[in-house]
């Protein structure tokens, strides 16, 4: 199984932009990665999903470099809602891993 | 809403006991997961199903069974149940499992179960 880990926590101003890193070193070739959010006593939020290099939705970015080994997971100008944690899954996708996991989680704190 | 629905809601149950999850997945989703998060655990992927069929198996104990039915709903067991075994079990739903447009995961609210 791909072993994920995250920083534990981070902390931000309202409008500035985060980056959140997800380490998976041992991600296999077809695997995919996906960020969700989740908030207390809620079920994650699917954010955003790639495979390589940069995808961009409307509300993230993620940039996953070429050896894959690690992704990115960019939130610009957080506001105080964006207050959650924040969580890698790698896995998935066709013919790819059928382990799904899940990195240990980054509390993202958003203060005025 | 992520159209995922999951009962109960809460679940308070003794050392021993068994219990059943159930969740019906999006409408047109084909796929299911499980998942337990707890604390010192966090979020760990027990199964998936897809259309009725085993499809992947993860951390998923011994005592612990699912299955999908072909209205597509899906029931987790739990079976002999330990202190351990209290968390929040999420279910997840998908299209399916082929490509990155169609197995985005779906998350139900969870049932929280707590076992005295």
């Known amino acids: 199984l791909a072993k994920t880990t995250q920083p534990i926590s981070m902390d931000s101003y309202e409008g500035q932009e985060v980056n959140i890193t997800c380490s998976h070193n041992?991600?296999?070739?077809?695997?995919?990665i996906t960020w969700y959010q989740q908030f207390p006593s809620q079920g994650p939020r699917f954010i955003i999903q790639g495979y390589k290099t940069k995808v961009t939705n409307e509300v993230a970015s993620l940039f996953i470099p070429a050896d894959r080994k690690s992704s990115t997971l960019s939130l610009p100008r957080v506001s105080l809602s964006d207050t959650a944690v924040y969580y890698c899954l790698v896995g998935g996708g066709a013919g790819g891993g059928n382990k799904l996991t899940f990195g240990t989680g980054t509390q993202l704190k958003v203060e005025l | 809403d992520s159209g995922v629905t999951q009962t109960p809601k809460h679940l308070i149950t003794a050392t021993g006991q068994r219990v059943t999850l159930r969740c019906s997945p999006r409408s047109g989703d084909l796929s299911v997961y499980w998942y337990q998060q707890s604390l010192d655990q966090g979020l760990q992927f027990l199964i998936q199903y897809y259309n009725g069929e085993e499809r992947a198996k993860g951390n998923i104990l011994e005592r612990f069974s699912a299955q999908q039915f072909p209205d597509l709903h899906s029931e987790l067991n739990l079976s002999s149940l330990e202190l351990g075994d209290s968390a929040l079990y999420f279910c997840a739903s998908s299209v399916d499992w082929t490509a990155p447009s169609t197995d985005t995961q779906y998350f139900g609210p969870g049932t929280r179960l707590t076992v005295l």
């Open positions: 041992n991600i296999a070739t077809n695997d995919y």
